[in-house]
């Protein structure tokens, strides 16, 4: 019989993630966020390409991840 592990997650809400990196001294430029995960995380995704699962809610897509870029800032 094969193992199979738990699935743990969390969730890091993205004003801590924001207010974190400006408390480091980044200076945040942009921040996106992308419908769709690598991952089949959650119930009720649906494969739309290799390595691309959606989710939607009363007909709306979900944002499942996202990206900051910024910069250190000097001093």
């Known amino acids: 019989m094969?193992?199979?592990?738990?699935?743990?997650?969390?969730?890091?809400?993205?004003?801590?993630?924001i207010n974190a990196l400006i408390s480091a001294g980044?200076?945040?430029e942009r921040?996106?966020?992308y419908p769709f995960s690598p991952y089949?995380?959650?119930d009720g995704m649906v494969k739309?390409?290799?390595g691309r699962f959606t989710l939607s809610h009363k007909g709306n897509e979900?944002?499942?991840?996202?990206?900051?870029s910024?910069?250190?800032?000097a001093g």
């Open 26 to 28: 980044i200076q945040v």
């Open 2 to 17: 094969d193992a199979v592990a738990p699935l743990a997650t969390w969730a890091h809400p993205m004003s801590s993630v």
């Open 31 to 33: 921040v996106n966020e």
């Open 48 to 50: 739309q390409a290799p």
């Open 40 to 42: 089949n995380c959650f």
């Open 62 to 68: 979900v944002a499942l991840v996202y990206s900051i």
């Open 70 to 73: 910024g910069r250190k800032v």
